[in-house]
């Protein structure tokens, strides 16, 4: 079985910093992509940023210049890092990823999520 658990969360002011982070854990056979996604209240869960095995990323345009994921693939271990966050970034942040596990094949895990809430 595969666990995604992600920490980090929290509540923050207006233009301050938070860094999430989520770690695979259990009958991993090889982890390829991981990534982070968000749902705030009442929205589709939207793509936030991702990340290759190799290091190639993709962000949302939303968060451009401002988030940073990376990763160690010695910890199975996914970082984003958000800095000048504003009300527009609150949601329930997601992380997951592309993955073979030894008892079910490829397949894409999710963790549970970790809220976000950036209020003054």
């Known amino acids: 079985q595969v666990q995604l658990v992600e920490s980090g969360g929290g509540l923050v002011q207006p233009g301050g910093s938070l860094r999430l982070s989520c770690t695979a854990s259990?009958?991993?056979?090889?982890?390829?992509?991981m990534g982070w996604y968000r749902q705030a209240p009442e929205k589709q869960r939207e793509l936030v940023a991702a990340?290759?095995?190799?290091?190639?990323?993709n962000y949302a345009d939303s968060v451009k210049g401002r988030f940073t994921i990376s990763r160690d693939n010695a910890k199975n271990t996914v970082y984003l890092q958000m800095n000048s966050l504003n009300s527009e970034d609150t949601a329930v942040y997601y992380c997951?990823?592309?993955?073979?596990?030894?008892?079910?094949?490829?397949?894409?895990?999710w963790g549970q999520g970790t809220q976000v809430t950036v209020s003054s």
């Open positions: 997951n990823a592309d993955l073979i596990s030894r008892d079910s094949g490829y397949g894409v895990h």
């Open positions: 259990g009958s991993i056979f090889s982890l390829y992509a």
């Open positions: 990340i290759t095995r190799g290091g190639s990323t």
